[in-house]
């Protein structure tokens, strides 16, 4: 259902308060939760037609991205030039809006270099092509919900981390995510609606695991410690063995954003620690 575009929007002041108060006002919960569609006429209208024109064009991966690369074509040209090996370049003419510069065509010229070839083990013949979203890239999946591959894990005690950005646009930022894999993860939540369904029934894929929280959700820091800098939020399970974590300010390449919290992520997540305070 829409109830979290809705919000996500809405919450980063990306349309009117008067058109949300005006949609909580006519579309029914059971709606936009997803529970009772196809929505409503009136509903409908806010939502694909007043919501589509205040929200405006935005880049799914970051919805505060400002590079021109991610700008519709008919909106904006970007600049090439040939550089002296006879390859093409892209630069943008701007920033992100978030700090890092525009990436541009910088990844596939940096895996076109010999010296990055050699210290990856590729082969020099090689050639990279960028396949991500490309015509004939197939998203089809055999399994509508990962909720068993998470309970295999846990059962033979291996180490679970879910983490989350929080501008991504697409559908995967945190409070939606956090719908998802809070309830799972939890006691007493059978019946629980959430974006991937209704928790418990007759499928025993969506049964929650029952773990006992640990941890409610708190703030963390970024390395090297004692940064007076916040990288995102973190829930834990089980004494940290099952972790929810979502990256402050990043978009989808979580990385490419914030690189200072997702190094610090990934550290603590392969050093079976938990991820450090942060300076108030």
């Given at each position: 259902?829409p109830?979290w575009?809705?919000?996500?929007f809405?919450g980063?002041s990306?349309?009117?308060?008067s058109?949300?108060r005006?949609?909580?006002r006519t579309?029914?919960?059971e709606?936009l939760?997803?529970?009772?569609?196809?929505?409503?006429?009136p509903?409908?209208e806010l939502?694909?037609?007043r919501?589509?024109?205040?929200?405006?064009?935005?880049?799914a991966?970051?919805v505060?991205?400002?590079?021109?690369e991610q700008?519709?074509?008919?909106?904006?040209?970007?600049?090439?030039?040939?550089r002296?090996?006879?390859t093409?370049?892209r630069?943008?003419?701007g920033?992100t809006?978030?700090?890092?510069?525009?990436?541009?065509?910088?990844?596939?010229?940096?895996?076109?270099l010999?010296?990055t070839?050699?210290?990856?083990?590729i082969p020099?013949?090689?050639?990279?092509i960028?396949?991500?979203?490309?015509i004939?890239f197939?998203y089809?999946?055999?399994?509508p919900f990962?909720?068993p591959?998470y309970?295999r894990?846990?059962?033979?005690?291996?180490?679970?981390?879910?983490?989350?950005t929080?501008?991504?646009?697409s559908?995967?930022?945190t409070?939606?995510?956090?719908?998802?894999w809070?309830?799972?993860f939890?006691?007493?939540?059978?019946?629980?609606?959430?974006p991937?369904?209704r928790?418990?029934?007759?499928?025993?894929?969506?049964?929650?695991l029952?773990?006992?929280?640990t941890t409610?959700?708190?703030p963390?820091?970024?390395?090297?410690?004692g940064?007076?800098v916040?990288?995102?939020?973190?829930?834990?399970w089980?004494?940290g063995q099952?972790?929810f974590?979502?990256?402050?300010?990043a978009?989808?390449?979580?990385?490419y954003?914030?690189?200072?919290?997702?190094?610090?992520?990934m550290s603590?997540?392969?050093?079976?620690?938990?991820?450090p305070?942060?300076?108030?």
């Open positions: 259902g109830h575009d809705v919000e996500f809405h980063h990306q349309m009117s308060e058109l949300y005006q949609i909580r579309c029914t919960e709606e939760l997803g529970i009772a569609m196809p929505l409503s006429a509903c409908e939502i694909t037609g919501m589509t024109k205040e929200v405006g064009f935005f880049y991966y970051n505060l991205e400002a590079c021109p700008v519709p074509p008919s909106a904006q040209r970007r600049a090439e030039a040939v002296g090996d006879g093409v370049d630069f943008g003419d920033d809006g978030l700090g890092p510069a525009c990436l541009g065509d910088a990844q596939n010229a940096y895996l076109g010999d010296v070839k050699r210290a990856l083990g020099l013949s090689n050639n990279f960028v396949l991500d979203n490309g004939g197939n089809t999946t055999d399994a990962v909720g591959v309970r894990a846990v059962r033979e005690g291996k180490r679970v981390l879910i983490y989350e929080d501008m991504d646009a559908g995967l930022s409070a939606p995510m956090e719908d998802i809070v309830p799972f939890a006691n007493d939540t059978a019946g629980v609606w959430t991937a369904g928790l418990g029934g007759s499928d025993p894929a969506f049964a929650p029952g773990l006992e929280m409610s959700w708190r963390w820091g970024v390395l090297p410690v940064r007076r916040q990288g995102g939020s973190v829930i834990e089980e004494r099952v972790s974590a979502s990256i402050r300010g978009g989808h390449l979580a990385p954003y914030r690189p200072a919290g997702a190094f610090t992520l603590a997540f392969q050093a079976g620690t938990s991820l305070p942060p300076i108030i």
